[in-house]
């Protein structure tokens, strides 16, 4: 459904599992920098009336998200720690040139969202089937659903904005180079690293 090249190796589990609280802290910060994307979008792009409504409930949505997380930390006893580069991200704006039109812009934008979060949604469907944690699975499970939303919103946009033909090339060829990035990550604790 995703259309991941590269699944995660299932034994990152394994290191989620020995570092709870390090992967709480990590996934609060996606969720945080999700609901930032979808803020930049509206300031971005104020004329796509349709993408800015989206962008508002996706915005609450994620916060909302970041707050359940949050909680988490905090019924264990711990705090929020430091946020932390995340290399998945950084290697994978990478892909697309910078600049090119308005449109193109957004096109990207709303193709590395849509990674992000098939990616996410594909770690949490892990999370959900393999943690001993039956609270915490259950609790991915939910997330899992969400996540796979929101990916095809995003899909969806870029092909509604964007030339559909163009669209999906751009998205097959970083699907492509997501599965590079991949290859190099699932060590650690991290969403996406």
């Not at 259309?3 to 020995?18: A, F, M, S």
């Not at 264990?76 to 290399?87: F, Y």
């Not at 979060?117 to 943690?131: D, G, H, K, N, Y």
Request: one cysteine or more; glycine letters at 6%.
């Amino acid at each position: 459904m995703l259309g991941l090249k590269l699944p995660t190796d299932p034994r990152w589990v394994n290191i989620v599992e020995k570092n709870i609280d390090e992967i709480l802290t990590d996934h609060a910060y996606c969720e945080q920098k999700a609901a930032s994307t979808a803020i930049s979008l509206i300031i971005s792009f104020p004329e796509y009336t349709e993408l800015v409504e989206e962008m508002i409930a996706l915005s609450r949505e994620e916060m909302a998200h970041f707050k359940m997380v949050h909680d988490r930390i905090t019924d264990r006893g711990q705090t929020l720690g430091r946020d932390r580069k995340d290399e998945y991200v950084l290697q994978l704006i990478k892909f697309f040139p910078k600049g090119g039109s308005r449109t193109t812009q957004l096109v990207h934008r709303l193709l590395y969202a849509a990674l992000i979060e098939a990616r996410s949604c594909e770690r949490f469907r892990l999370l959900s089937e393999e943690l001993e944690d039956k609270e915490l699975a259950e609790f991915y499970h939910k997330l899992m659903v969400s996540e796979a939303g929101h990916y095809t919103m995003f899909l969806q946009f870029a092909r509604q904005y964007g030339n559909r033909t163009e669209v999906d090339k751009k998205w097959q060829e970083l699907l492509d180079y997501e599965s590079g990035i991949m290859k190099n990550l699932g060590n650690k604790e991290s969403i996406h690293g």
